[in-house]
């Protein structure tokens, strides 16, 4: 299907994406009724706004109609796609996770036996017990502070402990970093407490991706994770892209599932692809410069759980789901250093700095940084684009 305007092969968003968004309504409007209905009514919307994109359409071809129909990007104030009820994070790439747990615990010990449970193998080969992965591992985050692109993120004050066995401190975090993330917002009819979505039935409640930065204050994270997981380290802004790429758009670049051998408990188990040729970057602008610099390219695709996945384990137990709940991948890290998507990674927990190109140096996140994330996908003729997350971080005073 041709569109009605020629466009690059390098635009974001061409006839075959149409991402949805929200500008200039923020009190009045939102996606969540629209999200709420089923998919093969966000099948129905998709084909009728590109039969009316087409250069076949007589509808959009009069001037005087255009312009009335289009808003120019560089006029619209974009909002937050939809009223988010619920945030869950997940831990859903094997890199990333283990690189963490490498640098905090040991090679030896760098997964928790709920991610990957390494036993004997003489021992458990009949159970099949050897190198299972279990779950999707996540945490409920804070949904009133996720924010729309372009908002700026203040460095927090909080408890940290910065030599082992002293005392705890309290101040402004030190280490400051971000986490480059994928996210969906549930979509379809919302189900009722104690009804778990089944694997086979999941896309269903999948109406689309945006970008997501999960700012993360490492150093707080250290000392108030242990029991219970982050907290107030990740409280402190969650930023995503202003579009919502629907999965119908990403339908042509689906790739193999990550590996999943031996496979999961059987609810988890799916033989479809619901994994995404989606390449990811992200760049940081320095204060007071107009240098930017690629410090990571990643891939949606090195994820280990698939969004299906994510979504049947979260309702397992019976939770309950509603339009417009969001549910994010968890940093995406690759298998090279150059991949990951951190800077704790980047920098190997602050041992590494990151040359960039203005000259400085970076080990995690300094006041007046930019962070610019992207995402797209490519084939010969076309380009699905995600636009950008891009947050500053501000002084915490």
């Given at each position: 299907?041709?569109?009605?305007i ?15 968004g ?19 009514a ?74 990957y ?10 159970n ?14 804070r ?75 490492r ?11 982050p ?6 802004g ?11 758009a ?8 990550f ?44 994820l ?8 049947t384990?979260h309702t ?82």
């Amino acid at each position: 299907m041709k569109c009605i305007i020629n466009y690059s092969t390098s635009c974001d968003f061409p006839i075959e994406n149409l991402p949805y968004g929200v500008f200039s309504t923020k009190d009045e409007t939102t996606l969540n009724k629209f999200m709420s209905l089923q998919s093969k009514a966000w099948k129905e919307a998709r084909e009728k706004i590109q039969e009316l994109l087409s250069v076949n359409s007589a509808a959009l071809q009069d001037q005087n109609i255009r312009k009335r129909a289009f808003t120019p990007q560089s006029e619209a104030i974009m909002h937050l796609p939809a009223a988010i009820g619920d945030y869950t994070d997940f831990y859903s790439s094997i890199h990333h996770a283990t690189n963490v747990g490498i640098m905090f615990r040991s090679k030896e010990n760098a997964l928790m036996p709920n991610w990957y449970l390494f036993n004997n193998l003489q021992t458990h080969r009949e159970n099949n017990y050897y190198c299972r992965k279990y779950l999707p591992v996540g945490y409920h985050g804070r949904a009133s502070s996720v924010v729309v692109s372009n908002t700026a993120i203040k460095r927090p004050y909080g408890q940290t402990l910065p030599v082992d066995g002293a005392a705890p401190v309290f101040g402004p975090c030190k280490l400051m970093d971000f986490e480059l993330e994928m996210a969906f917002f549930v979509g379809g009819l919302p189900t009722k407490l104690g009804e778990p979505v089944k694997i086979d039935e999941a896309q269903d409640h999948i109406f689309g991706f945006v970008i997501m930065n999960d700012w993360s204050a490492r150093d707080i994270q250290k000392w108030e994770y242990v029991p219970l997981g982050p907290f107030t380290s990740k409280n402190l802004g969650t930023s995503i892209s202003p579009w919502v790429v629907t999965t119908l758009a990403l339908d042509a670049f689906k790739v193999e599932n990550f590996p999943q051998n031996p496979p999961p408990f059987e609810y988890l188990v799916h033989d479809d692809k619901y994994n995404f040729d989606i390449n990811l970057e992200v760049n940081i602008i320095p204060n007071n410069s107009s240098v930017s610099t690629t410090i990571c390219r990643s891939n949606y695709k090195y994820l280990y759980w698939t969004a299906k996945q994510q979504l049947t384990h979260h309702t397992i137990t019976g939770c309950n789901l509603n339009p417009g709940d969001l549910m994010a991948s968890g940093t995406i890290s690759g298998e090279t250093s150059d991949s990951f998507g951190s800077m704790l990674e980047l920098s190997w927990k602050g041992t590494k700095p990151i040359k960039l190109n203005d000259g400085s140096d970076r080990k995690f996140l300094l006041d007046g940084d930019t962070v610019i994330m992207k995402a797209y996908c490519e084939s010969d003729t076309y380009r699905i684009g995600f636009g950008s997350c891009v947050g500053k971080l501000l002084p915490a005073n």
